[in-house]
């Protein structure tokens, strides 16, 4: 189907963008790699009357990766982020970013656009919930920084307000001595994943657990988080049965929906699995193993 009638523009500055958004109002879409509106609109899932195409902006597509503090611009593609040092430097980042779709969608796709779309089954929500990322946005009364875990406020619904755009993900670089790992399954690349697990943890002498992140993708409205799944392991020991014991917790928090990707009990074990297969991988990275992680296929 073709989308229904729009008007396009194209503004050459972020400040040209904002202003054309607030003038056009409620009926207009900032338009990115267009890899998840396009589909929308083609639905007539949406009928904006204005496209403004942000893609060309300058100053959204860096990726800064050397510091403590990493920033990646709203305009950075999934295909340069996995290509990037911050995706060397950070192997959870390079996991995330090489398992979304296929070539195609990566080398136009954009991370901006992947969490103002707040789709409960795209990577970037949730991989950056791992890593306590705060989302920058800039409106019509200047620059605020949400912390990611209130930008999402439901599934395809943030906290950004009419008119503001996302410039921004920034994240602080996690302390030596911890490790993380993303790890999807899918059907296929151009198909999105059925279940997604984010781990990352810090480690006092090689296996004892100084602090936990897990979140779950794929498993409900928005990431799953769970402080009493994390707390199942930090302070204790790394093995299997602690493990598991945060596997189970966090997943009783979960609640896939049974969809064509597969159902509510067949997720819920992959998540299982996709959980310890993550710990294992981020334990080994923390002590300074190179171990691949990713997204699996059928
Ligand atoms: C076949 C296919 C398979 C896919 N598989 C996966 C997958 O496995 N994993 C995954 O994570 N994703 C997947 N995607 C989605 C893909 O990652 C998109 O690139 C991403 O979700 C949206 O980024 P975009 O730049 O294309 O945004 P667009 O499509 O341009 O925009 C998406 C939404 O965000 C808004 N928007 C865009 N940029 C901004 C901004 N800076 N500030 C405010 N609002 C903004 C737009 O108005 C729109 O509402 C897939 C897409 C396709 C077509």
């Given at each position: 189907m073709?989308?229904?009638?729009?008007?396009?523009h194209?503004?050459?500055?972020?400040?040209?963008?904002?202003?054309?958004?607030?003038?056009?109002?409620?009926?207009?879409?900032?338009?990115?790699?267009?890899?998840s509106?396009?589909?929308i609109l083609k639905?007539?899932?949406?009928?904006?009357?204005?496209l403004?195409?942000?893609?060309?902006?300058?100053?959204?597509r860096?990726?800064?990766?050397?510091?403590?503090s990493?920033r990646?611009?709203?305009?950075a593609?999934?295909?340069r982020?996995?290509v990037?040092e911050?995706?060397?430097?950070f192997?959870?980042?390079?996991?995330?970013?090489?398992g979304?779709?296929?070539?195609?969608?990566?080398?136009?796709g954009?991370?901006?656009?992947?969490?103002s779309t707040?789709?409960?089954?795209?990577d970037?929500?949730?991989?950056?919930?791992?890593?306590?990322?705060?989302?920058?946005?800039?409106?019509?009364?200047?620059?605020?920084?949400v912390?990611i875990?209130?930008f999402?406020?439901?599934?395809?619904?943030?906290?950004l307000?009419?008119?503001e755009l996302?410039?921004?993900?920034?994240?602080?670089?996690?302390?030596?001595?911890?490790?993380?790992?993303?790890?999807?399954?899918?059907?296929?690349?151009?198909?999105y994943?059925?279940?997604t697990?984010?781990?990352?943890?810090?480690l006092?002498?090689?296996?004892?657990?100084?602090?936990a992140?897990?979140?779950?993708?794929c498993?409900?409205?928005?990431?799953?988080?769970s402080?009493?799944?994390?707390?199942?392991?930090?302070?204790?020991?790394?093995?299997?049965?602690n493990?598991?014991?945060?596997?189970?917790a966090i997943?009783?928090?979960?609640?896939?929906?049974?969809?064509?990707r597969?159902?509510?009990?067949?997720?819920?074990t992959?998540?299982h699995?996709?959980f310890m297969r993550?710990?294992?991988i981020?334990i080994?990275?923390?002590?300074?193993?190179?171990?691949?992680?990713?997204t699996?296929?059928?």
């Amino acid at each position: 189907m073709y989308p229904a009638p729009f008007r396009y523009h194209r503004p050459a500055t972020l400040e040209d963008a904002m202003a054309l958004l607030a003038r056009l109002g409620d009926g207009a879409r900032p338009l990115a790699g267009g890899q998840s509106l396009l589909p929308i609109l083609k639905l007539r899932m949406d009928e904006p009357t204005d496209l403004v195409d942000i893609a060309r902006i300058p100053g959204m597509r860096h990726i800064d990766g050397q510091g403590e503090s990493i920033r990646i611009g709203a305009l950075a593609t999934h295909a340069r982020i996995a290509v990037s040092e911050v995706a060397s430097r950070f192997p959870i980042v390079q996991d995330c970013a090489t398992g979304i779709a296929d070539a195609q969608v990566r080398a136009r796709g954009t991370i901006g656009g992947s969490v103002s779309t707040a789709d409960p089954s795209c990577d970037w929500p949730t991989m950056l919930q791992v890593l306590d990322a705060e989302v920058a946005c800039r409106g019509p009364r200047g620059e605020r920084v949400v912390g990611i875990r209130d930008f999402f406020r439901d599934a395809y619904t943030t906290a950004l307000e009419e008119g503001e755009l996302v410039t921004e993900i920034r994240f602080r670089a996690p302390p030596a001595g911890s490790g993380g790992a993303y790890l999807g399954f899918k059907k296929a690349a151009p198909a999105y994943p059925a279940a997604t697990v984010g781990v990352h943890l810090g480690l006092a002498d090689g296996q004892v657990c100084r602090q936990a992140r897990l979140v779950l993708g794929c498993a409900g409205p928005r990431p799953v988080q769970s402080r009493e799944a994390e707390q199942e392991l930090e302070g204790k020991d790394l093995n299997r049965d602690n493990l598991r014991r945060a596997a189970e917790a966090i997943i009783s928090c979960s609640d896939p929906p049974s969809d064509s990707r597969g159902s509510a009990a067949f997720k819920r074990t992959m998540l299982h699995s996709l959980f310890m297969r993550a710990a294992e991988i981020a334990i080994r990275r923390a002590r300074g193993e190179t171990v691949k992680g990713g997204t699996l296929y059928v």
